[in-house]
């Protein structure tokens, strides 16, 4: 095992870590969480001394104090060579986007985004699927000083919805995206230059409390409440992401498909383009057309999503995977950890050291991490080095808890980070075991329960509805219901169940659809004419609502309280 220096307890001392070190240690598997544990916490006691540390190390234009120059730092300090910035499709066709290449290209967009009126400051949301075109706006944004959020095309309701949110100065889109969010052509920033120009460095520098984006995020409020993130933390979490959360240098090739671009843009990209590597954009049309395109690519750390790692598992012998470095998971995806596990010993047999991150661009980027290793995928995590956070109980709040669990909460001006997930940590040894979140989630992330509900009420035969989340086998693995009540308990008065789900993925995206929907002719509680979702949930659970729909009784005093618009249930 390495070595590395222990830190100088002296307050005003230099913070002595051998960051070279601790990069080649991680990259290589030989990061033990003995070895973590020997140097981590000194981050956490002195982040400021650490932060100077890591700068100094990354060799990045920016200063732990100074403004942020994310456009030098990302893509100019590459652009001198051939290297290859991003990896992806434009149109039928691969495209190998070097540094230089991705510089002209973003000078080009951001005079033709400047033409149309484009300043520093102003919001920009990117409504555009992953690809070149996604990788080409956000550093263009970027480049033009904006603050920048991204709104994958999932449906016109969701985007729709968002946009009213955000309220943004402008629109990026292809033209499908300007289709879901309901603007004319020209009515958004185009994805292409208007002519080709000579590449400048003139690029905007942002104050370390300026905001360079405002996202949203699927872990927190179902993505329906933007949080402002200011470059400094930004800046700070790509810096320390790529020296130390994925180890990158210059040599990888990063991919992650399936990880969607809501939780890790930007900051997936930005801290594979500041480690001077390569990003590789890939989809699931690509991987049945090519099954070795990880290995063509030169993949060198793949991050796996769960429908990837069934894919795998499925078929192992047909998807050739990288056989350099490491593979990562997402610790907000669903824990069924039989199959992770599972996938985990076949990749050790590949060679293919595994490690976890738990990372939300809303918050800056990975938040818990761990160091690549062979075997089992057991939950141990830390804390991302140099962060500011405590265990908190339960209750919410700042309040340290008293035992060796609580959740883990970040901390910014002494208060908890509003755009952090709240999970829960426990202290094990040289390291903390990763439990889950604190509130049921399906698939690891929340769900957006009034606007299916929203959605579904515009058919016809639909008086009100309530999406419900019924409990799992994991905490991040809770059941969607979608609870439909009519006021006509013949058959064919009722919806289709078919064509609720079909309403809802195509207005908000796929994946939104509940696992069941059941149809009651009941009339539900209201609060305040809301529906009680918190009433509906209990008395679905509780078989409430299954009896009263068998009983005459019920379903015509339900019938009449549609009529007459009684405020609550009748008895």
Not at 339 to 347: F, G, K, S, Y
């Amino acid at each position: 095992m390495p070595s590395v220096p222990p830190p100088d307890p002296a307050a005003d001392g230099p913070l002595r870590l051998d960051l070279a070190t601790i990069r080649s240690a991680i990259r290589a598997g030989k990061a033990t969480p003995a070895w973590l544990a020997s140097w981590l916490p000194s981050t956490y006691e002195r982040p400021e001394r650490f932060r100077e540390l890591l700068y100094g190390f990354a060799g990045v234009k920016t200063t732990p104090t100074g403004p942020v120059d994310f456009y030098s730092d990302c893509v100019l300090a590459h652009a001198g060579g051939p290297k290859i910035a991003v990896l992806a499709r434009e149109g039928r066709e691969r495209v190998h986007l070097s540094y230089a290449s991705l510089h002209a290209r973003c000078s080009a967009l951001a005079e033709t985004w400047t033409e149309a009126g484009v300043e520093p400051g102003d919001v920009v949301a990117i409504v555009l699927g992953p690809g070149l075109g996604l990788a080409v706006a956000i550093v263009t944004a970027l480049k033009l000083g904006l603050v920048l959020s991204i709104l994958p095309p999932h449906g016109p309701s969701w985007v729709r919805t968002r946009l009213a949110l955000l309220a943004p100065d402008h629109v990026a889109a292809d033209q499908h995206g300007a289709k879901i969010a309901g603007l004319a052509e020209t009515a958004v920033l185009p994805l292409s230059a208007k002519k080709l120009v000579v590449p400048g460095a003139v690029h905007h520098r942002y104050a370390r409390a300026e905001v360079a984006a405002r996202l949203f995020s699927p872990l927190i409020d179902a993505g329906a409440t933007p949080f402002d993130v200011p470059a400094g933390v930004l800046h700070g979490a790509i810096v320390r992401d790529a020296m130390i959360a994925y180890a990158l240098d210059g040599a990888d090739v990063v991919a992650a498909p399936g990880f969607g671009a809501m939780q890790h843009e930007p900051g997936l990209l930005l801290t594979t383009l500041l480690a001077g590597a390569a990003w590789a954009s890939v989809d699931d049309a690509e991987l049945d057309a090519s099954p070795r395109l990880f290995e063509e690519l030169g993949v060198t750390v793949l991050g796996i999503a769960p429908q990837l790692r069934d894919r795998i598992l499925a078929a192992p012998a047909r998807l050739a995977l990288p056989s350099k470095r490491a593979w990562f998971r997402s610790l907000s995806d669903t824990l069924d950890e039989a199959r992770w596990d599972e996938l985990a010993q076949l990749l050790t047999a590949q060679k293919l050291l595994g490690f976890h991150v738990h990372a939300s661009s809303a918050a800056g980027g990975v938040q818990l991490f761990s160091a690549p290793a062979a075997g089992v995928t057991m939950l141990r995590v830390w804390p991302a080095a140099g962060e500011t956070w405590q265990l908190s109980e339960i209750s919410g709040g700042a309040v340290r808890a008293l035992g060796a669990s609580g959740v883990y909460t970040v901390l910014r001006d002494e208060e908890p980070d509003p755009a952090m997930l709240r999970v829960v940590l426990a202290e094990a040894g040289d390291g903390y075991l990763f439990v889950g979140p604190v509130e049921p989630m399906p698939r690891g992330l929340s769900y957006p329960s009034d606007e299916v509900a929203h959605v579904v009420e515009r058919h016809e035969s639909v008086r009100a509805a309530a999406a419900i989340l019924a409990p799992g086998r994991w905490l991040n693995d809770a059941r969607t219901v979608l609870l439909v009540f009519v006021d006509d308990p013949a058959p064919d008065a009722q919806p289709p169940v078919h064509e609720l789900r079909e309403l809802i993925e195509q207005e908000l995206g796929a994946g939104l659809a509940p696992e069941r929907i059941e149809v009651f002719p009941l009339r539900p509680r209201y609060i305040d004419g809301v529906v009680d979702r918190g009433w509906c949930r209990s008395e679905y659970l509780g078989g409430g609502l299954n009896r009263r729909a068998r009983s005459e009784l019920f379903v015509a005093l339900s019938r009449l309280g549609w009529i007459f618009g009684a405020p609550r249930e009748l008895p």
